[in-house]
């Protein structure tokens, strides 16, 4: 990919020194289009020269020229005259009349950098946040929204003789290659959470708005706390066994009685919507590295052109988002009045039994 690139955009300049008449036509490709700074140099030096008085012979002279008036020596001595002349060789622009096609391969290209910078930049922010910096990380998602359209905008102010040519829909679905595993976990919030729930189900009405059974990497811990929403719903008794036997019913991993007994052992009352915040936090942060990571293969995949790509990564984004608006609900006040009556809590222990002080190891 890089190869085709670096010879498009040698094509593009080679067709604009041919027939730089052309130039005005192509101001719908900005310097940073260009993956190396001498060849976005030579594009704005093009563009800065009035061609309307050189003769055609003197265009090598005028561009030359152009070129040493730019600041930065190391693109000056890159430009040399000989490399001019090279780019003007009709073995690097086979034919300077397809000047707007190699333009929008160009173009094609850059976007799928910038895509794939977008991404990488997304899973920097993921790894390296705090977990009570979740609602700050998760900003960084709306800024490559804004970055999607931006590059969307771009690619509709190519002709659109150009993008009919170049954005083809994919013959088979791309699907980005998964994850080898999540990028944040904490199993240890996640037990204490569900473990407070059984203990004191009533906390459901203060967690239930945004916290879902997917925030929860353990499996069996995402299932029973479905099993919990789903009777609380029902206004059913919620304990042990209520919560087992509802479990079955749905599909996917089922709760084990050792869990089910670690859980009921070590309940807390009082603590879940604490602890369920550092669950949600910590999946959203794990959602927007795997967001990045999609969003970075997308990038990859020469099959997907402009518009589709961005469509691609603009879905992959989509769960972000919906992290961003439960995150803010959550950390306002918890309703705690309810029209709904609280489900009956678990029956209270036997005071013969003696009290467990078992760390629950999940």
Not at 48 to 65: E, M, Q, R
Not at 77 to 83: F, I, M
Not at 156 to 182: C, H, I, M, S
Not at 229 to 252: F, M, S, Y
Request: aromatic share 4%.
């Amino acid at each position: 990919m890089k190869r085709l690139t670096r010879r498009a955009e040698e094509a593009l300049l080679g067709a604009m020194l041919h027939r730089p008449e052309a130039l005005p036509s192509m101001r719908w490709i900005p310097p940073g289009t260009f993956s190396r700074p001498d060849y976005a140099a030579l594009w704005g030096v093009l563009h800065s020269i009035d061609f309307t008085k050189v003769a055609p012979n003197d265009v090598p002279a005028a561009v030359t020229a152009a070129v040493a008036k730019i600041e930065e020596p190391g693109i000056r001595q890159t430009l040399t005259p000989s490399r001019i002349s090279h780019l003007a060789n009709l073995s690097v622009c086979p034919n300077p009349r397809t000047a707007p096609l190699y333009g929008g391969m160009v173009l094609e290209a850059a976007i799928h950098r910038a895509v794939e910078h977008a991404g990488e930049q997304l899973r920097d922010t993921a790894r390296q946040a705090e977990v009570d910096q979740a609602l700050k990380a998760l900003e960084q998602a709306d800024k490559t929204g804004q970055r999607l359209a931006q590059l969307d905008a771009a690619w509709k102010a190519a002709p659109e003789t150009v993008r009919n040519l170049l954005d083809t829909q994919p013959e088979q679905p791309v699907t980005p290659v998964p994850r080898t595993e999540r990028a944040r976990v904490d199993i240890q919030a996640e037990g204490e959470t569900v473990a407070s729930l059984l203990y004191e189900p009533r906390q459901l009405r203060e967690v239930t708005g945004w916290l879902q059974e997917g925030d929860f990497s353990h499996p069996q811990l995402a299932a029973v706390y479905k099993a919990m929403r789903t009777l609380d719903e029902r206004h059913a008794p919620i304990d042990p066994l209520t919560v087992a036997w509802e479990a079955q019913r749905h599909p996917g991993p089922q709760p084990s009685e050792q869990v089910l007994a670690e859980l009921e052992e070590a309940g807390m009352g009082g603590t879940a919507a604490y602890t369920g915040e550092q669950v949600l936090h910590t999946a959203a942060l794990d959602r927007l590295d795997a967001a990045g990571h999609d969003i970075r293969n997308y990038s990859r995949h020469p099959g997907l052109a402009p518009g589709a790509l961005v469509d691609h990564a603009e879905q992959a984004l989509q769960p972000v988002h919906a992290d961003h608006e439960r995150i803010q609900h959550a950390a306002r006040e918890p309703e705690l009045t309810s029209d709904k009556e609280p489900a009956p809590g678990a029956p209270a222990p036997s005071p013969e039994l003696p009290a467990h002080e078992m760390e629950m190891d999940l």
